[in-house]
């Protein structure tokens, strides 16, 4: 699975828009790009799932650029529920291949 | 959508006992799980991957006799930690991808084991 690196950390108030960035340089072709959302002591949660451009469902939106070396995980007004572990993967759309888990980007929302 | 159901979500035991901890898939089947090991702060680290009716295959630096793993149906998958340390404590979580399932991996609530 193609290495990924994001911010370790972010906070934001509520009510604000967040924007995740995860870098996956060596992503390759067939790959997918999928983000889970994590809460203390919970598993990981799937949140959104694309290859490129743009996907947006009820919770989140990813931004996948032309050259798909990095993906933006918006979150749109953002509340206190928010606060967690954001984890961002790349991979053959799963299936049975194992995942790798990167350090994540823990979000703190702030009142 | 797809549910895996782990259970205990926490146990306590003494050292030198072992624990054992399922992993059900609810509304699939579970032809693949994997589990994982997270300390805290830490991200999750796998340990195994198993094959319904195969041998799971332990990932480096994790001991197979320590911890068994059985994947016997589509639909249970358990890990035994056996005569458990302290260091042993942590958050176990398994994984399972199967059929019919849309986006890969669903993962069970997990289990919070403390060896005291």
């Known amino acids: 699975l193609a290495k990924t690196t994001q911010p370790i950390s972010m906070d934001s108030y509520e009510g604000q828009e967040v924007n995740i960035t995860c870098s996956h340089n060596n992503i390759a072709t067939n790959d997918y790009i999928t983000w889970y959302q994590q809460f203390p002591s919970q598993g990981p949660r799937f949140i959104i799932q694309g290859y490129k451009t743009k996907v947006t469902n009820e919770v989140a939106s990813l931004f996948i650029p032309a050259d798909r070396k990095s993906s933006t995980l918006s979150l749109p007004r953002v509340s206190l529920s928010d606060t967690a572990v954001y984890y961002c993967?790349?991979?053959?759309?799963?299936?049975?291949?194992?995942?790798?888990f990167g350090t994540g980007t823990r979000l703190t929302i702030i009142p | 959508g797809a549910v895996v159901s782990q259970h205990p979500s926490r146990v306590i035991c003494k050292s030198g006992t072992s624990v054992k901890i399922e992993c059900r898939s609810l509304?699939?089947?579970?032809?693949?799980m994997f589990w994982y090991r997270q300390f805290p702060k830490q991200s999750l680290m796998l340990m195994a991957t198993s094959n319904e009716g195969s041998k799971a295959t332990y990932e480096q630096g994790v001991e197979k006799d320590k911890f068994l793993i059985n994947h016997a149906s589509l639909t249970l998958s358990t890990l035994t930690v056996t005569s458990a340390h302290p260091e042993d404590s942590s958050f176990y979580i398994c994984?399972?991808?199967?059929?019919?399932?849309?986006?890969?991996?669903?993962f069970g609530s997990g289990t919070r084991l403390t060896v005291v």
């Open positions: 994984s399972a991808t199967g059929t019919p399932t849309n986006y890969g991996y669903t």
């Open positions: 993967l790349v991979g053959v759309n799963f299936g049975n291949e194992k995942l790798t």
């Open positions: 509304d699939f089947q579970a032809t693949t």
